[in-house]
């Protein structure tokens, strides 16, 4: 089923997406939509369903050096061996530094109080194996690929990503729009270090 979106009779982009649940319940439906809402109101959303042959197919993405998003006012530049955002433009202007929102592990203590803490022992984490990210993924009958793209509409591309580290799994997602020079992440951290503190990088 594919949806479309009304807001006083006037089509508004929308996009089917994967349910947070994981069990296959046909009346239970995630529909994004891209719109401007007006402060202090309650807007009604009309969505109408179409049935369609086969839910839609992504091309796979990890056999490119990256993977380039362009929506026309802003660039956002993955690198597929790695996980990370190697560039981020708006207007023709950098604004990250290659590698950015990479993860790394650093030694910790049980003082609360921080007394005598210091950056050490830092130990980064690693886009996992496809055999890891689909074991992580809980896929017993395929292989997936650490870098991918999960959605792809009318509103917003979803690249998720998979790291690991030890005992520890962090599933990353970048939500790029199809209009905007803004895009935003997602972050789930399944944490299992002991006394280590957990630290986004950019630079």
Not at 53 to 62: L, V
Not at 76 to 84: C, D, E, P, Q, S
Not at 91 to 117: H, K, T, V
Request: hydrophobic share 35%.
């Amino acid at each position: 089923m594919m949806p479309e979106s009304f807001i006083d009779g006037k089509a508004v982009p929308t996009q089917c997406e994967k349910e947070v649940n994981n069990f296959g319940i046909d009346w239970r439906k995630m529909v994004t939509i891209q719109t401007v809402l007006p402060p202090a109101a309650l807007t009604r959303v009309d969505v109408r369903w179409t049935p369609v042959e086969q839910r839609p197919h992504f091309p796979a993405i990890d056999q490119e050096p990256f993977y380039l998003f362009d929506n026309g006012e802003m660039q956002v530049r993955i690198n597929t061996a790695t996980g990370l955002v190697d560039s981020y433009t708006v207007g023709g202007a950098e604004q990250l530094c290659p590698g950015s929102f990479r993860f790394a592990s650093y030694e910790d203590n049980p003082n609360p109080w921080g007394i005598g803490s210091s950056r050490r022992g830092r130990r980064q984490f690693q886009l996992l194996t496809p055999q890891e990210a689909s074991a992580f993924s809980g896929l017993g009958d395929r292989v997936i690929p650490s870098v991918r793209v999960i959605e792809d509409g009318e509103v917003r591309t979803v690249i998720e990503v998979l790291f690991g580290l030890h005992d520890s799994k962090i599933c990353q997602r970048y939500l790029l729009p199809k209009a905007g020079t803004a895009f935003e992440m997602e972050t789930l951290v399944q944490w299992g270090e002991k006394e280590q503190f957990l630290r986004m990088e950019c630079s």
